[in-house]
Structure formats: structure tokens, C-alpha cells
């Protein structure tokens, strides 16, 4: 099952990889990792999306726990979570095509940042899923390239995680 | 005033009451060499390889509940230590391992002798540090103390770049440190202990398994009175020998893979485990779906909230220093007098004893070929079991986990988690140093002990009369049982035939050889070996070649599958008995 983890850890040069090497030494997935100092800035902040059944999300929790940099861990799956997303994408936009693919980018919420002759790039966020969704409503011959960030949770109301 | 970084390293080290530093010099740590030459506070021991500098670090730990510390230089000198840093890592050993590192401009430029030493330790270290600035170091090696002896000990490396050595600042040596993210627990939860303490009482087939865990939270003596108190039968981890008695009535041996019938058969069939310090490892119950299959409940009692349920579910978890948790505990049992009943614990006691009657350890000795079983009975008896004993990794190392009966912690060293050959005569030294008035023998074979054999001039260097029994068989023993058990007896590469003259060997580097190659020669060598106090004495016992270690419990299998020593299995066997009189609820 899909699993997203938050992590606050010691904003310290090679927190990442013991982080990043804890998972591929144990065989456990990183389906995405994003991370960033936090409004204290000796503090980090993570979101891993992972998944494994749950005995094994238990042990990667444990096991984060056990990082002498990680300050605490939560799994956002356990209650409500919002969780976000950012997409690049830059798409062919010429002729009546341009029209169209604002539109496309109005009706995702999507803003165009940056406008060529032939292109726009468009800055989507959003779910994972709606992201995709953007990508299989297009005809797949304009994109000409995407980039993603993995995902960041977040608990709703009052679930916060805070040192 | 400002001093150097190396004096620092050395001001520190002195700060932390450090007695002996076990390392090797080179490039990156010769400021640091300097700053030693220049001290009285502790004593460097010169090894000969960097991996032997940790074993022995690490063996002076095991035996005496200090730290180790040892110091090598960069690249090399580092990676060379990595297999025994992986050894302390897996036994949770605590230990500081301060490594050189080229200067911080050089860093990543690929300079002579420079290995990422935080990268490659990484996997094997509790934590490191690599420390960029001299006025972080005091503070650096403040943690790596804190963090190496605390929660679950473990080596703790510190890389330490040559020009932060040289650079110069004020020494202040912090009184402790607190690391905000770093809470390790000590107490554990009472309601959790409460709980602990009501399955004991409904327990019908108690049965106390007891780790390293036990060893290293010096929980011995809790141990025994738990056992005692409650008339459980204990049994204990290859890692756990001697954190209760071996030589007690209600201790039924080692489990595991080579462990007793009677331990393994408790173990499987025991309604109620405590599990002290022991994390169910896989050379223990092998496969948990098979050690599972009786209905069981289990408390474990664990400093390492991921040593529990890591591989067998739990009833009731237990985190907190097991020392603590275990006077908790006790102290409850006391309090409400809460015991397993009489009845159902008398015939679970006929069971273990009807278990016991065959002596799955028995063995036949003649008056030709030496048994390595009989080598180890008689230096249990020529030593009074009171030598501290280390290992190396084989046959020879079960057979004497299997024999030796260890009554104290601490006494018992070998490398049980990675399985590290090459550990025995590094760890025998760093023993006799941390204890130079006991008797230390390193068992070993011809295969172990060529793995760090230039140690003998160490030992020469150092005056550590250790005492190595190498049971030469001349094989990789226990490379070759498996071979003979599950490679249609194709012995690739097992077979070593080009052993050295261990005699002439030991002499060459300035100690006593003796060879013994007749049964009736094994006992008084070992009387003439162990009234040398001042040497070192390197006996080669020349043993049965195709002796094997019996019982065995194949991968995969259950405890109570185990392949059987000769001598039984043509014997009536008492299976286990669920209707025996263990009250109602079985």
C-alpha cells in the first residue's frame, strides 16, 4: 500500500543520503522524495512516498526513527493529509493549437509562465493524480518535456508536525 | 591558549578517561601521532593491519564495559577498518573509530589516499561525523562518545581532515551534550511491564530467551533472578552466553542453529517466550512461519524499538534498557506475587528433562584422533571456567559456544553478528589488555587464524600472553559440512593444503608452539600452555577432520527439525507431549 511519510530531520550535509541509503540498503522503494529547510532553518522537512505492506512501512518508520539526525517521523496515511505536487510542462503552441492548450491549462488550473512563439510552459500543482490526468488529456505530440517534483503532505486542521 | 586539532583529539580522548588506543599511523594522522607522542594520558597500541585495531577495540569493550577506541589513517587505513567497524556494528558494540581524512581543500578531488569515509561507514556505523572545522572537534567527539554508549551502542566513526588536525584554536571540553533528535529510552512503559507480567502468570510453558542485549545492558544479574525466582527454563543466544549461568540447572543451553535439542525443542514448543534482549535472528529460529506455528505469545524486552516484531510478531513490546525494564519488572512480580503455576511448570520441567536424557552433545573420544569437542571440555576444566575466551568464526566457534560453560557475561567473545574470521587473536589481545591478569584464549582454526596472523607480533610487541588453540582440521570446517550436507559432499575449495608449520610460525614471531596430535597429549598441554603466564602459546591441536557440529537446524526449517547427532538418531526420542498435565489452558 502507498504510504506518505514526514519527516523533520537536522538540516545537516548528509542527512539526505543516510535517509536515501536506509532505504536501498534495506531493500524498501522511495517513490518520490521532496525536501526543504523548514521556517527553522536548522531543520529539514521531508515527504517520502513509499509503499510495502504495512509491517514493512512499521520497520522504515522504526528505522528513520533509529537516525541519529531524524527528529520525528509521521505517516500522513494515517489520518486526513493534503497532499501537492509541482509539474513543468512544456507543450508545442502554435496556430489555433495556442487557443486551445490555455484553455486546457484554464480548466486544470494551470498558469502559463513562460511563452515562446511555438510553446508555452505551463506550471500545474496539484494531486499526483490530477497532474496526470493533465498529461492523458493532451495530445501526447505536443508535450515536449515535463518535470516533476515529488510529492509534499501536509496533515488537515489541526494534525501538526512540529518539533 | 590555542592549541592544535591533534592535541585537541588528544585532550579529548584523555577527557573521556580513554586507556588505550589501538591504531595504526599514516599520512593524514601524523599530526595526531605527534600530539600522542607527546602524552601520558592513554597508551597506543601498534597493530599490524587496521582491521585487527578495531577488533581488539572492540574485544577490549566487550570484556570490560569500556569504550574502544582506535585511530587509522585515511583511504586505506580506512577502509581496512570497515569489516571490524561492520563487526561492532552487528554486535551493537560501542566504540569510537577516529579516521584521517586528507585536507578539506583536497577533499573530493581525488587525492592521494582519499576515501569518502562518512559514505563508505555509513551502512555500518550507529553514526559518523566528518568533522570541516577544528572548533567543532572537542564538541564532535563529546557526541561520538554520547552516541556510541548510549540507547543501542554502536561504533561511531569520526573523519578527521589532516589541515583541521594542524589548524589551531581554544580547547574547551563540553561536560555533555544534548542532541535534540536523539532521545534514546530508558524506562519502560509500566503498563507494558504490567502486561509482561500477567502472561507470565498465565504461562503454562514459560520459557526465557535472553540475548546480548542482556549482556550489554549488564542485565546478568537481573536475569538469573528472574529465572530463578520464577523456576523458568532460560536459555541463551549465542550472543547471550553467560548473562545467565551455564553452568545452572535451569539453563538448558545455547539455541539456534547449533544450539541443544533440549534448548530448540523449549523453543519451539513454549507457550510463553521472554525475550530479553534477543532479536529472534535468523540463526536462532530460523523460519519464523515454522517458529511461529505454535500458538505463542511473546514479550520482548529491547532497547531498539526496530528489534521488535522485526521478524516475529509480538505481544507484548517492551522498549527500554533492559536492565531497567527488568528490576521493573521484578520488582512487580514480587510486589503481587505473581508466579506460572506449579503444576503446569513441574511438567513442562519433566518435558525439558525427558529433552535433555539423549546429551545431544555427546560424543565419542578414542585414544587416535582428537575430537574438537573434547579439546574444548578439557579447557573448560584446565581453565576452571574462568578464562575469557574469544573466537573466531567456524566449527571451532560452536563447539566451544557449545561446551564452554559460561557462568559470567562478558567472558564470551566472538563475533556473532557478521561472522567475522580474523577476529579471534585481535579480540584475545584487546581482552588480555582491558584484563591483564586473567587467563584469554583465542579458540580458532587453521582458516580463521590466517586471516589476521601477522597479530602474533603485536602480541609479541605487547606482552599479551594469550593462549590460541587453533583446532587444525584442515579444512574450512564448517564450509565443509555445509558442503557434505548440501553439496553432495563437492568440497570447493574448502580443503586447505598448504597449511603453515603453526609450531615453527608462533616461534618465529618470538612465542612458545606446540603441537598435539594424541587425545591423552590434549590435557596436559592445555595445563602446560595456561602455567605459562608470561607467554603466548600457539597450540595446534591436530582434530578430527571430518568432525561435525551437531545438532544442526538447516535453513528454513523448524527448531524442532534438527538434523541429530549420530548417537540419536537410532534413539526413541520423547516428542513433545501437549497432553501432559500443564493445566487448562494448553
Known amino acids: 500500500m502507498r504510504h506518505i511519510l514526514s519527516v523533520l530531520i537536522e538540516n545537516e550535509a548528509g542527512a539526505l543520503s543516510r535517509v536515501t541509503g536506509l532505504f536501498s540498503a534495506r531493500g524498501y522503494n522511495i517513490d518520490s522524495l521532496t525536501v526543504q529547510t523548514t521556517e527553522d532553518p536548522t531543520m529539514s522537512r521531508m515527504t517520502i512516498v513509499t509503499h510495502g505492506s504495512e509491517d514493512v512501512i512499521e520497520q522504515i518508520t522504526k528505522q528513520l526513527n533509529k537516525l541519529i539526525e531524524v527528529v520525528k517521523v509521521i505517516d500522513l496515511n494515517e489520518a486526513d493529509h493534503i497532499e501537492r505536487e509541482l509539474m513543468l510542462i512544456k507543450v508545442r503552441a502554435t496556430g489555433k493549437d495556442r487557443d486551445e492548450m490555455k484553455r486546457m491549462a484554464d480548466i486544470f488550473r494551470g498558469r502559463i509562465i513562460d511563452v515562446t512563439e511555438k510553446s508555452y510552459t505551463i506550471e500545474l500543482t496539484g494531486p499526483g493524480e490530477k497532474l496526470d490526468a493533465f498529461i492523458k488529456a493532451l495530445d501526447q505530440a505536443v508535450i515536449l518535456e515535463t518535470v516533476r517534483t515529488g510529492a509534499s503532505g501536509i496533515g488537515r486542521g489541526e494534525r501538526i508536525l512540529k518539533l | ?586
Open chain 2, 1 to 586: 591558549m590555542e592549541i592544535s586539532g591533534a592535541e585537541i583529539l588528544a585532550r579529548c580522548l584523555a577527557e573521556e578517561n580513554v586507556e588505550f588506543v589501538f591504531g595504526y599511523p599514516g599520512g593524514a594522522v601524523l599530526e595526531i601521532y605527534d600530539a600522542i607522542f607527546k602524552q601520558n594520558n592513554f597508551k597506543h597500541v601498534l597493530v599490524r593491519h587496521e582491521q585487527a585495531a578495531i577488533h581488539a577495540a572492540d574485544a577490549y569493550s566487550r570484556s570490560s564495559q569500556k569504550i574502544g577506541v582506535a585511530l587509522v589513517t585515511s583511504g586505506p587505513g580506512a577502509t581496512n577498518a570497515i569489516t571490524g567497524i561492520a563487526t561492532a556494528f552487528m554486535d551493537s558494540i560501542p566504540m569510537v573509530v577516529i579516521s584521517g581524512q586528507v585536507g578539506t581543500p583536497m577533499i573530493g578531488s581525488d587525492a592521494f589516499q582519499e576515501v569518502d569515509m562518512v559514505g563508505c561507514s555509513r551502512p555500518v556505523v550507529k553514526h559518523n561525523f566528518l568533522v570541516k572545522d577544528v572548533k567543532d572537534l572537542a564538541t564532535t567527539i563529546k557526541k561520538a562518545f554520547h552516541i556510541a554508549t548510549t540507547g543501542r551502542p554502536g561504533p561511531v566513526v569520526v573523519d578527521v581532515p589532516k589541515d583541521v588536525t594542524q589548524a589551531k584554536t581554544v580547547f574547551e571540553y563540553p561536560k555533555s551534550v544534548s542532541i535534540r533528535s536523539y532521545n534514546p529510552p530508558v524506562k519502560g512503559h509500566p503498563g507494558q511491564i504490567k502486561k509482561a507480567a500477567q502472561l507470565i502468570a498465565e504461562a503454562k510453558r514459560p520459557y526465557i530467551y535472553v540475548g546480548g542485549g542482556a549482556v550489554l545492558g549488564n542485565a546478568a544479574e537481573e536475569v538469573t533472578e528472574l529465572v530463578r525466582m520464577l523456576n523458568v527454563p532460560c536459555t541463551n543466544t549465542l550472543m547471550g552466553l553467560g548473562a545467565y549461568p551455564g553452568s545452572d540447572e535451569k539453563f538448558v543451553g545455547m539455541l539456534g542453529m547449533h544450539g541443544t535439542y533440549e534448548a530448540n525443542m523449549a523453543m519451539q514448543y513454549a507457550d510463553t517466550i521472554i525475550a530479553i534482549g534477543a532479536r529472534f535472528d535468523d540463526r536462532v529460529i530460523s523460519n519464523p512461519t515454522q517458529f511461529l506455528s505454535q500458538a505463542k505469545k511473546i514479550v520482548q524486552i529491547d532497547i531498539d524499538p526496530s528489534s521488535i516484531a522485526k521478524r516475529v510478531k509480538v505481544d507484548v513490546p517492551i522498549v527500554g534498557d533492559v536492565k531497567d525494564v527488568l528490576k521493573d519488572l521484578i520488582a512487580i512480580l514480587k510486589e503481587t506475587n505473581t508466579r506460572p503455576s506449579e503444576k503446569a511448570l513441574s511438567a513442562w520441567w519433566d518435558q525439558i528433562n525427558d529433552w535433555r536424557k539423549p546429551n545431544s552433545l555427546w560424543y565419542a573420544q578414542d585414544d587416535e584422533i582428537i575430537q574438537p569437542q573434547f579439546v574444548m571440555q578439557k579447557l573448560y576444566e584446565v581453565t576452571g571456567g574462568n578464562a575469557i575466551i574469544t573466537s573466531d568464526v567456524g566449527q571451532h566457534q560452536m563447539y566451544t559456544a557449545q561446551f564452554y560453560k559460561f557462568d559470567r557475561p562478558r567472558q564470551w567473545i566472538n563475533s556473532g553478528g557478521l561472522g567475522t574470521m580474523g577476529f579471534g587473536l585481535p579480540a584475545a589481545m584487546g581482552a588480555q589488555l582491558a584484563n591483564p591478569y586473567a587467563d584469554v584464549a583465542c579458540i580458532t582454526g587453521d582458516g580463521s587464524i590466517q586471516m589476521n596472523i601477522q597479530e602474533l607480533s603485536t602480541c609479541k610487541q605487547y606482552h599479551t600472553p594469550v593462549k590460541i588453540i587453533n583446532l587444525n582440521n584442515g579444512y574450512l570446517g564448517m564450509v565443509r559440512q555445509w558442503q557434505e550436507f548440501f553439496y553432495g559432499t563437492r568440497y570447493s575449495e574448502s580443503y586447505v593444503d598448504a597449511l603453515p608449520d603453526f609450531v615453527k610460525l608462533a616461534e618465529a614471531y618470538g612465542h612458545v608452539g606446540m603441537q598435539i596430535s594424541k587425545p591423552a597429549d590434549v590435557e596436559p598441554a592445555l595445563r602446560e600452555a595456561f602455567a605459562m603466564k608470561e607467554r603466548l602459546v600457539f597450540m595446534d591441536f591436530l582434530t578430527n577432520p571430518k568432525a561435525n557440529v551437531f545438532p544442526m537446524v538447516q535453513n528454513g526449517k523448524g527448531l524442532n527439525q534438527m538434523d541429530l547427532p549420530p548417537h540419536m538418531q537410532n534413539m526413541q526420542l520423547t516428542p513433545f507431549e501437549n497432553n501432559r498435565d500443564y493445566g487448562n489452558l494448553c
